[in-house]
């Protein structure tokens, strides 16, 4: 009878059990709550209850060492930093201890976030922060009124204390609090690094120059740079270029007719002109004297034509128009001395309606609201709030060295100093705020470039803020090589450049953030990505650079291979570091993200991307920037449930999170960690971000692939996939659990395992999906559910091990990709930006050749993939891999043996068991 249950993958044990339960249960009630289809066992796992784990003696192989059992030890404490993190949010986290003296503190802009829609326009409020060392506040440290919801303008605290902290909320026009924060408390241990930023208080900048170098270090600077064939080819080439452009000796006296010139011009021509003036400071050469008339006329065209910032005129088609603030902060305190006050003062005027604008209508209010001083109201894509608005940050980023140059001038600009420089201490960038950035490799690698540029301006302008102490810096040193070890052409974690690794940007300013955060690991990962000598964006940065450190620093090789960032919701497990050459081409590894923030409208939370000896395994995303489809689960390496994958949802909103990664541990031989990304899957139907627009209206119709888009609306492009029509009679999935448990094993291969489950009413089709980009040859053996790709020499098994019999296995190739098998959705048909691209032959060059379902053929509410990757070593043997029933595996290789459960109580002698029942607590944060 045993063989009988055996054959049909129904575990003898478990029907015994049941049958048992049922037996006893007063008037059979287990039998009417659930009752499984033939063919798919009770899962033992469905039973919810939290159980301690234990070490199991003598049970592994050999029968000598312990089985290591996972369970609840391996829980991460989760804090308040996850929660709304798309907003700026409470930080430091509840209970947790000060990574730095005094912590960097930050808070809601509002009292209740989860009642922020995407429209909100606000009055600003004020903020009274106090932080004591007793829960009553009696005699308070810090008891300060102030408009920014991030202040750091503090001292170090004695240290082995707790201290308590809270902020109220004083509305619009009072001057009293109208509600108060709960109370946080932040430990502050005995060597909890000191870092004094009470200096903000009253900044001492020096004189001019002040931004990159002072007056001594000009000569210095002038006698090293002179003859260095570096500078002649990049900023003397540059320089002897520009004076032969037609403008040179006639410049344009106004820029308000917008020139014949293609998108950016006057940031291309601008950010050139900055090197020629660069050029005649260090040279003096007379030939490039007239660049200073230039950059007067430059200074003095009025606001609103074609060189103005973003949002401002004809000018607002290009946001690296913005930069030209920039510029014009740098000449004005490079040639201070050089300038009559006449001259100075047309810079002056400039940089402060460039700093009122943006300070008051761009910044405060985004792209969303522009009330300015007589009518203040604050935007959700202001500095203030959402961390993820870019062009407000970048475009803030850019401003901030007028504010520098204008500190003592001008109002507007001590206001919009203490604004950036308080958000660059404690959120750190608008996407990066927990310490990694949530916009893909490529697209992060750029952020990170315009802000360690500013940082540069800064720590030269205020060398006693000693920015090189912010925690942040180091974390986002660690964050990219982790999330883009050398080597990896792409990454699938984001929006621009999904085929890009973002390698240029990282190579153009890694250095510069060795040497501020004082790290050899970061110096010796930026030479072995290739060490550049000629930098495109900034180049005077790098010419300046070496006058600000000294060559103390020394390359270090690092030794870290595993890494976690909780807060921001990424794993990454490498069998070599990251910063290492050979890491990608010779190693294996894994890339995983859950995170509580939707990264630039991505829904693949619970994703990975792996890959194995100089190989990309799978893929997630799309060769197009824009297309709807890469942004959608359908795109992507995670579950979809009834077809049907993850967008922002009401009850999302309501909780503050999406995805979470909530447990982690490291061991001899595996690294193991499970993320949660239930909340990321709608509930109901609604529509929540984006307005309802009709099928007709996102129909494809041959004239708007000729011309321009009839909707162009963002936000609607995330939420396509999910419109009400698709879910039919069922309505959308009821997801209750959606865990993935990820185990990597001896730094060679990964075992997958999805706890899943839906309302008892509503069972589904759990669609376990996996993209691979080249044509590989693929072969699925329906039978044993094995499934294998070969990648040029690198071969792949992907095993499913729990319920194979109940599989269906679809390989939606080429630009059948589009088509959803199950609700039917075609992209092609239904979403004229896929359309488009595909019609592109750079984008159509680059879709992924197979993408692969595997699908349970009949409804389920508790259901469960258990799933082995296991790429094999060109020039090595295959594994043997054996199925021992729906919740273990055993693999054996070059002697090597395995056995991994997904049981407890598991019969078979396993050398690893995840305890599932002690791993389901509820989520629980620490606010």
């Known amino acids: 009878m045993k063989i009988f249950f055996e054959k049909r993958n129904i575990s003898y044990k478990v029907f015994c059990l049941s049958t048992l339960y049922y037996l006893i249960s007063p008037l059979g009630l287990f039998a009417q709550t659930y009752n499984p289809p033939i063919g798919i066992p009770i899962p033992e796992f469905g039973i919810e209850e939290t159980v301690e784990s234990q070490e199991v003696p003598n049970n592994s192989i050999d029968g000598t060492k312990p089985t290591k059992i996972i369970g609840n030890e ?80 503090l001292a170090p605290f004695p240290e082995g204390k707790k201290y308590y902290w809270r902020v109220g909320y004083i509305l619009y026009g009072e001057t009293e609090p109208s509600s108060w924060t709960k109370t946080f408390a932040v430990n502050i241990p005995e060597g909890t690094p000191k870092w004094d930023r009470s200096i903000l208080k009253n900044p001492n900048f020096k004189e001019h120059p002040r931004l990159l170098f002072n007056q001594e270090q000009l000569e210095e600077l002038r006698a090293t740079l002179i003859n260095d064939p570096i500078f002649i080819k990049d900023f003397v080439g540059v320089a002897d270029s520009i004076t032969k452009h037609k403008w040179w000796n006639n410049w344009p006296k106004t820029d308000l007719n917008k020139p014949e010139y293609t998108y950016g011009f006057y940031y291309r021509l601008t950010r050139e002109l900055t090197i020629t003036a660069f050029t005649y400071l260090i040279t003096g050469n007379e030939k490039y004297k007239n660049i200073l008339d230039i950059w007067k006329t430059i200074a003095s065209y009025p606001k609103g034509g074609a060189s103005s910032p973003e949002g401002m005129g004809v000018g607002a088609d290009s946001e690296d128009n913005t930069s030209i603030t920039e510029f014009l902060a740098c000449i004005y305190d490079w040639f201070y001395n050089d300038f009559s006050e006449e001259d100075r003062a047309i810079f002056e005027k400039s940089m402060q309606w460039r700093l009122d604008e943006f300070m008051y209508d761009f ?38 060295p007028a504010a520098l140059v204008m500190y003592e001038k001008s109002e507007t600009a001590r206001r919009f100093f203490r604004w950036v420089t308080n958000f660059i201490i404690s959120v750190g960038e608008n996407v990066a705020q927990n310490g990694g950035y949530d916009i893909g490799s490529h ?40 999330l883009v070890p050398i080597g990896m052409e792409y990454s699938h974690f984001g929006r621009i450049g999904t085929h890009g690794a973002g ?50 620093l020394k390359p270090i090789t690092s030794s870290k ?12 497990a490498h069998s070599a570091p990251p910063t290492e050459p050979y890491s990608f081409n010779e190693g294996v590894g894994v890339i995983f993200c859950s995170r509580a923030n939707r990264g630039d409208k991505y829904n693949n939370e619970n994703t990975f991307q792996m890959y194995a000896y100089g190989k990309h395994l799978n893929f997630g995303g799309h060769s197009g920037d824009e297309n709807p489809y890469g942004f959608q689960t359908i795109a992507h390496n995670t579950i979809m449930v009834d077809g049907i994958g993850q967008t922002w949802t009401e009850e999302t909103r309501e909780s503050g ?64 996939d999910y419109d009400e029509e698709l879910f039919g009679e069922k309505g959308a999935p009821k997801l209750e659990r959606f865990r993935r448990h990820m185990l990597f094993i001896r730094d060679k291969y990964l075992v997958v395992y999805d706890d899943l489950k839906t309302a008892p009413e509503r069972p589904s089709r759990f669609s376990w999906r996996y993209r691979v980009l080249p044509e590989s040859n693929a072969k699925y053996n329906s039978d044993d559910g094995l499934l294998t790709y070969t990648i040029d020499d690198v071969k792949v098994l992907i095993k499913q091990v729990a ?108 050398t690893i068991i995840i305890d599932l029942k002690a791993l389901r607590e509820p989520i629980s944060f620490s606010n």
Not at 363 to 374: D, V
Not at 849 to 867: D, V
């Open 74 to 153: 391996a829980l991460l404490n989760l804090d308040s930093r996850m929660l709304f993190s798309a907003l700026v949010n409470y930080s430091p986290g509840n209970g947790m201890d000060a990574e730095v003296n005094p912590p960097r503190f930050r808070w809601y802009y509002v009292s209740e976030p989860k009642k922020m829609d995407s429209k909100i326009t606000i009055k600003p409020n004020r903020f009274r922060f106090q932080v004591a060392d007793n829960k009553f506040f009696l005699n308070p440290l810090v008891n300060v009124d102030t408009e920014i919801n991030f202040y750091n303008e």
């Open 363 to 400: 910044m405060w209010g985004g792209a969303i609201f522009t009330g300015g001083k007589n009518d203040p109201r604050i935007g959700r894509a202001s500095l203030a709030m959402e961390t993820a608005s870019g062009h407000s940050w970048e475009g803030a980023l850019d401003t901030y």
């Open 443 to 482: 697209y992060s690698s750029s952020h990170l470039k315009w802000l360690i540029f500013q940082l540069m301006y800064l720590k030269s302008a205020l060398p006693e803020l000693e920015l090189g102490k912010n925690p942040l810096y180091q974390q986002y040193s660690e964050y990219l090589p982790a």
């Open 503 to 552: 390698k240029e940007h990282r190579m153009e300013v890694f250095n510069l953030l060795a040497y501020i955060t004082e790290s050899g690991e970061t110096l010796n990962y930026w030479r072995n990505l290739g060490e550049k000598k000629s930098f495109r964006w900034r180049p005077w940065i790098h010419a300046v650079a070496p006058l600000q450190f000294t060559d103390d």
């Open 561 to 572: 291979t595993k890494f976690i960032f909780p807060a921001t919701g990424f794993v990454m």
């Open 657 to 720: 999170y999406r995805g979470v990664t909530l447990a982690y541990q490291e061991g001899d031989n595996y690294t193991y960690w499970m993320g949660d990304a239930t909340n990321a899957y709608p509930k109901q139907n609604e529509y929540v971000i984006g307005r309802k627009i009709d099928r007709h209206t996102l129909g494809l119709m041959d004239t708007q692939l000729n011309g321009s888009l009839t909707v162009d609306d963002w936000a609607l492009r995330t939420q396509i």
């Open 803 to 910: 319920f194979p019999e109940s599989l269906e296995f679809l390989d939606m190739k080429d630009l059948d990709q589009y088509k959803n098998p199950i609700t039917g959705n075609d992209y092609m048909k239904n979403t004229i930006w896929t359309a488009i691209d595909m019609k592109k032959e750079r984008y159509r060059n680059k879709v992924a050749q197979h993408n692969f379902w595997f699908t349970n053929k009949e409804p389920q509410s508790n259901y469960h993939f258990l799933t082995l990757v296991y790429p094999v070593k060109p020039g090595t043997d295959d594994p043997v891999i054996t199925r021992l029933d729906n919740n273990t595996v055993k693999i054996e290789k070059d002697g090597e043996v395995d056995i991994v459960s997904f049981d407890k109580d598991t019969e078979f002698p396993a």
